[in-house]
């Protein structure tokens, strides 16, 4: 019964997403306002009907109701009871609802709180919202259903695939799915103003807490799914540029680009039509990441049950919207003509700088990722892209953006000079050198990790300087310096926190990428290895069950240089009965300096082998990205971006285009 | 002048676009046909696998090898759910009785496959238990299902990725079966 009422709730969902998309559309184009406030009890009921589909479903997976085929292919009675509720989400049909919910609860945001929008751009918003509604239920009830029953039921389930049986699966896919459908919500905004013909600073205003919120999301979610890959996957990499990890990368390049041109369209009213295009490209790349996911044309160790005739439907719900879009953006962009000049050395400048740097480098990714597919479409030859041309093009783009991205905070708007900024350029250059020579001492070369080093260490030292500049540090005396501290915006705090965040992470993808040292060999209980300075000892192994796992689980531990017990690890090779397979559970000691990180394997003549790494700066890649979404977070807590308030006094102040009178 | 070329310029992004889908298009078409195999043209590698079935037959080189007609050879496995699709067009294909069918159980456990057997129908003549997925390796398996035709002499002519469809059995396999039996 329950998963019947989910169905029906789901064609609800999408009759109320047919009216959504189309009667405020026509209220705004007749002015009426009856028409155009049918969006918003839609929008809210929308998010009723989903929701029941998308509990019952949950409902289905944690009573592990086998007439429901969704659960019987993907759960199991022996299934612990975190992943029977995360496994929601672990199937193709669940994580498209799961998408689905999430539109579904942005859309009913806009509607609960949008109080500060025009009329008839939050009717169009909201119309632009329910048509990619209506696409993706449309997508679910005739591809994809997760409520077809099976008769007769089988005795058991499947069970989920060992390695998505992880807590990574509750926290990966929701963030991810957070950032791909946050990003639906800018593009709503964009069409909705490329229909009203108006791009404007209070538009760029309006877009701008939806980028920051889809961006932080995004930003966690792959932080997360790199983190899961490094400690499940057992061989100690965190990135692999698979295709369905650059999947989430584009749209990240992308969505950063934007979140930066929006700040120079909102303060200075520039760059408009380039502003919406982001908006447009962001999610259209969300987009094709879902395609390239789920049609099969990539293979990858993400992929879902290959399935054409869904791919057929991604593919054509792509071209509408994308295609659609882009028609859209032709007819209106070249009347989108932006105000402000601006000086070569400026703020403006610097953040055009970024902008082309990371549409680059989103293309570059773009083309690594599809190429092999193109070439393959064309000419029938078969090529594979793989590290290596990312890492000679992707890189290469990443250290101007860095260099660059330390110096545009310090310029002012419209027109900058460099001999302003010599103090903080010494300190600046004297600090990245310094520690440079260090690391070059200690390690002994290789000189381009180290050159990757200072990097990381420039644009950290940048926003230290730029930190200590605002707040009149070293002149002033403390008190002011804190009072000035705490004046500070918090959008400003926020982008230094991101940005030293993302030095962090530099230093954490080079240290470990350089100097990881690594043992491997066969180990009987007893006997140790040696690994720069850390002894391993193996006291034991021995076979332990699990909830529905029997797993082979080895007792290390490590002693330091100075003969302490640093860490006691138990790395596991874990086989599953339902279905049946082998999974290696890494065993991860995390310091400050480095990680320690072991693996175990089924034992040949009663020794293990045994794989032991030491990663330095391992932690700070996920930290330092943690530590981005985190500034977000807090630029996104703003006065100025908070929904409400503050607009209808700014609103008097800097737009007429608020109150689109159109003439 | 300015004002046609601001035209043409924000027509670009459209037709970068267009380009990509049409290209995406014709690539999914190709793919799940055209994953080449170097084995293709090859003969099959040496390999002997016991049977999965009490009393059954087991699958070896030397029987694909033998000079008998072109044979079907499935990969399969129980835990694998586009298998269970594709049972029921294999067992059409059985029943048509001019089609030899021989399979590869691969990484499964036999108890598992047996009942996957007992549940959905057993098509296969031989079937040979490849529980380490040792020899899937030299076959060049990928991702199971995969389907191959191998001819009387036991070259591989045709290998298939990913389920079959009824679509797939009459424009590629049947081809390719009746080519390799003449």
Not at chain 1, 144 to 166: A, E, K, M, Y
Not at chain 1, 473 to 489: K, Q
Request: hydrophobic share 50%.
């Amino acid at each position: 019964m329950i998963p019947e009422i989910g169905h029906f709730a789901l064609i609800l969902a999408l009759v109320l997403a047919l009216v959504q998309s189309s009667v405020p559309l026509f209220g705004a184009a007749r002015r009426d306002p009856r028409l155009m406030d049918v969006a918003r009890p839609a929008a809210i009921g929308q998010l009723l009907f989903v929701a029941t589909a998308f509990f019952a479903l949950m409902h289905a997976q944690i009573v592990s109701d086998f007439t429901v085929l969704n659960v019987v292919q993907n759960s199991n009675t022996a299934k612990p009871l975190l992943y029977k509720i995360a496994g929601t989400w672990g199937s193709h049909e669940g994580s498209l609802l799961l998408w689905v919910l999430i539109l579904a609860v942005f859309g009913a945001a806009v509607a609960a709180f949008g109080d500060n929008l025009p009329e008839t751009l939050r009717a169009r918003v909201l119309a632009v919202q329910a048509m990619i509604a209506v696409g993706f239920l449309l997508f679910i009830l005739l591809s994809s259903d997760p409520f077809i029953r099976v008769f007769p039921p089988p005795p058991n389930g499947n069970g989920l695939n060992p390695l998505l049986q992880d807590p990574g699966l509750a926290f990966h896919p929701p963030f991810l799915y957070l950032g791909y459908v946050g990003f639906s919500m800018t593009f709503a905004f964009a069409i909705a103003a490329l229909i009203e013909g108006r791009v404007d600073p209070a538009w760029a205003r309006w877009v701008r807490p939806w980028t920051l919120a889809a961006w932080c999301a995004l930003t966690v979610g792959i932080a997360f799914g790199s983190l899961w890959a490094y400690y499940e996957l057992g061989w100690g990499g965190f990135w692999f540029w698979d295709p369905v990890e650059n999947a989430s990368l584009m749209p990240w390049l992308a969505g950063t680009a934007l979140l930066h041109s929006a700040i120079v369209t909102e303060k200075r009213d520039a760059l408009r039509s380039w502003t919406v295009l982001l908006a447009i490209l962001t999610f259209s790349l969300s987009l094709l990441g879902t395609f390239l996911v789920r049609s099969g044309v990539l293979t990858s160790v993400h992929a879902f049950a290959v399935d054409p005739a869904r791919g057929v439907f991604v593919l054509g719900l792509m071209v509408i919207a994308v295609g659609g879009s882009l028609t859209l953006y032709a007819i209106r962009a070249p009347s989108l003509q932006g105000g402000g000049l601006f000086a070569p050395i400026s703020r403006e400048a610097g953040l055009v700088l970024n902008n082309w740097l990371l549409a680059t480098a989103a293309a570059t990714v773009i083309i690594g990722t599809l190429y092999p597919l193109l070439l393959d479409a064309l000419t029938g030859q078969q090529v594979s892209v793989g590290p290596p041309f990312f890492n000679k093009t992707f890189v290469p783009l990443m250290v101007p953006l860095v260099i660059a991205m330390a110096l545009g905070p310090m310029l002012p708007w419209k027109r900058a000079d460099l001999a302003g900024l010599s103090a903080r350029l010494r300190f600046m250059l004297a600090v990245t050198v310094g520690v440079a020579l260090f690391v070059w001492g200690v390690s002994g070369g290789p000189i381009l990790p180290v050159l990757g080093i200072g990097l990381g260490v420039w644009l950290i030292a940048g926003v230290a300087a730029d930190l200590a500049t605002r707040t009149g540090l070293f002149r002033v005396g403390w008190h002011e310096s804190l009072r000035r501290a705490a004046g500070l915006p918090r959008a400003s705090w926020g982008m230094s926190i991101a940005h030293a965040g993302f030095g962090i992470a530099i230093l954490g993808i080079v240290a470990n990428t350089t100097w990881t040292q690594s043992y491997q060999g066969l180990l009987r209980p007893g006997e140790h290895a040696e690994l720069d300075g850390y002894t391993l000892t193996l006291g034991s192994a021995e076979r332990v069950p699990g909830p529905n796992y029997d797993a082979l689980r080895a007792d290390m531990t490590v002693v330091g240089a100075r003969g302490r017990v640093v860490a006691r690890l138990h790395p596991e090779q874990r086989d599953y009965a339902v279905p049946p397979m082998q999974t290696t559970e890494a065993a991860i000691h995390h310091r400050l300096g480095a990680d320690l990180y072991a693996v175990v394997g089924s034992p040949q003549d009663g020794a293990f082998p045994v794989r032991f790494y030491v990663k330095p700066l391992a932690p700070w890649i996920w930290g330092g990205a943690l530590i981005m979404a985190l500034g977000g977070l807090i630029s996104l807590s703003d006065r100025r971006l908070r929904v409400g308030a503050p607009v209808a006094r700014r609103r008097v102040k800097d737009a007429p285009a608020a109150h689109p009178a159109r003439a | 002048m300015a004002a046609t070329a601001r035209r043409l310029g924000a027509l670009i992004p459209l037709g970068i676009f267009l380009a990509l889908a049409l290209a995406l298009a014709v690539g999914m078409r190709l793919d799940l046909t055209t994953i080449p195999s170097a084995l293709i043209g090859k003969p099959v590698p040496d390999f002997a696998l016991p049977p999965l079935l009490e009393g059954g037959q087991g699958l070896s080189a030397a029987d694909l090898r033998g000079g008998g007609g072109p044979v079907l050879v499935n990969v399969f496995a129980s835990w694998c759910i586009p298998c269970r699709e594709e049972q029921p067009m294999l067992m059409d294909l059985a029943r048509r009785g001019d089609v030899t069918l021989y399979a590869i159980n691969y990484k499964d456990r036999p108890q598992a496959a047996r009942q996957f057997l007992a549940e959905l129908g057993n098509p296969f003549t031989r079937i040979g238990a490849d529980r380490a997925g040792r020899v899937a390796i030299d076959w060049g398996v990928y991702g199971v299902p995969e389907t191959y035709v191998v001819d009387g002499k036991g070259k591989i002519v045709l290998k298939h990725v990913g389920p079959l469809t009824p679509q797939a059995i009459a424009d590629e396999i049947l081809p390719a079966l009746r080519g390799a039996g003449r």
